[in-house]
């Protein structure tokens, strides 16, 4: 009697294993996009809040950008190149304007970052405005 597989068997089990993995990759592929897209969410968020922070402890008279933030110590890294941020004064509230420019599921973005909006190509923007009270 012979030991070993026929040549069937493998086949087999290779066909089993294609189709594992036909239903594993698109789940793992989704996966990854949801967390990128968190990962954007929570950046744009951090660099919302310490902006807000930067305003109400700052009381900035002009125009700032994230590189402010980063220097002033509101934001400890620079989150990436593709995510900018503007406090712009006004005379009653300071508008603050966040930005990412990168490549990434803007719907899933949006569905964890609903206050954030974007136009056809244009890039994910956050807004938010805070009362001068100073």
């Known amino acids: 009697?012979?030991?070993?597989?026929?040549?069937?068997?493998?086949?087999?089990?290779?066909?089993?294993?294609?189709?594992?993995?036909?239903?594993?990759?698109?789940?793992?592929?989704?996966?990854?996009?949801?967390?990128?897209a968190t990962q954007v969410a929570s950046n744009m968020r951090n660099i919302k809040s310490a902006a807000e922070s930067y305003v109400n402890i700052e009381r900035p008279t002009g125009n700032k950008s994230l590189s402010d933030l980063i220097t002033s110590g509101y934001l400890s890294t620079n989150p990436g190149t593709n995510y900018s941020a503007t406090i712009t004064p006004g005379s009653t509230q300071?508008?603050?304007?966040?930005?990412f420019s990168g490549n990434v599921d803007k719907?899933?973005?949006?569905?964890?970052?609903?206050?954030?909006?974007?136009?056809?190509?244009?890039p994910l923007t956050l807004n938010s405005t805070v009362a001068r009270w100073w």
């Open 1 to 36: 009697m012979r030991k070993g597989f026929t040549l069937i068997e493998l086949l087999i089990v290779l066909a089993v294993i294609a189709a594992l993995m036909a239903i594993v990759t698109p789940i793992a592929l989704n996966a990854v996009a949801q967390a990128r």
């Open 107 to 122: 719907d899933k973005v949006l569905g964890i970052l609903p206050e954030a909006t974007y136009t056809g190509s244009n």
């Open 94 to 99: 300071v508008t603050i304007t966040v930005t």
